[in-house]
T-cell receptor, first 114, second 112 residues
Framework: DVKVTQSSRYLVKRTGEKVFLECVQDMDHENMFWYRQDPGLGLRLIYF???????EKGDIPEGYSVSREKKERFSLILESASTNQTSMYLC?????????????FGPGTRLTVL | DAKTTQPPSMDCAEGRAANLPCNHS???????VYWYRQIHSQGPQYIIHGLKNNETNEMASLIITEDRKSSTLILPHATLRDTAVYYC?????????????FGKGTRLSVIA
């Protein structure tokens, strides 16, 4: 079974703090994604990576950065957290190089920025 | 990607088959039908996908009509743990790095 794990289920941070969200997958997938999910807005793609040290911006990259130093690990960084970054953050991975359609998701991190 | 239409909610008795419909009348020839579900407070979970033939795996069966304009996801023996929001997504081979669009889905409640 593919396993995608995220470092925290719940996280509370203060405005201006630097926040690290970690994602690890154990199936040797090349492609990894970070989404945020908000009520009424569905899933929105923040960044994705198709290889180690490679990254591509998604639809809403502003305020975020990512790091992929190892194939199994994809980190999302909030350089200076703001209240509008309060959200559910979901990491996903896939080995499907052509379409990225069959994605395996982690359990999510619910981040609250005060 | 083609638009999909699903009923907002459905109930199913535990142990019975749950049949979740999806309309995708504008589907094009190179687009697949994917089903995901999201259990409360968890990440989405891939279930199954198909092009034009019926498909079955350990989780569910997918029945696609001959004209491909609609499909039905079947959970043969629903359990309480199948209570979730089910999403029907249509995507083509050229979807590339575009995000998965989940829409509103169908909220399935399995009742004891």
């Amino acid at each position: 079974d593919v396993k995608v794990t995220q470092s925290s289920r719940y996280l509370v941070k203060r405005t201006g703090e630097k926040v690290f969200l970690e994602c690890v997958q154990d199936m040797d997938h090349e492609n990894m994604f970070w989404y945020r999910q908000d009520p009424g807005l569905g899933l929105r793609l923040i960044y994705f990576s198709y290889d180690v040290k490679m990254k591509e911006k998604g639809d809403i990259p502003e305020g975020y950065s990512v790091s992929r130093e190892k194939k199994e690990r994809f980190s999302l960084i909030l350089e200076s957290a703001s209240t509008n970054q309060t959200s559910m953050y979901l990491c996903a991975s896939t080995s499907d190089r052509r379409t990225y359609n069959e994605q395996f998701f982690g359990p999510g991190t619910r981040l609250t920025v005060l | 990607d083609a638009k999909t239409t699903q009923p907002p909610s459905m109930d199913c008795a535990e142990g019975r088959a749950a049949n979740l419909p999806c309309n995708h009348s504008t589907i094009s020839g190179n687009e697949y039908v994917y089903w995901y579900r999201q259990i409360h407070s968890q990440g989405p979970q891939y279930i199954i996908h198909g092009l034009k033939n019926n498909e079955t795996n350990e989780m569910a069966s997918l029945i696609i009509t001959e004209d491909r304009k609609s499909s039905t996801l079947i959970l043969p023996h629903a359990t309480l743990r199948d209570t979730a929001v089910y999403y029907c997504i249509v995507r083509g081979w050229n979807s590339g790095n575009t995000p998965l669009v989940f829409g509103k889905g169908t909220r399935l409640s399995v009742i004891a």
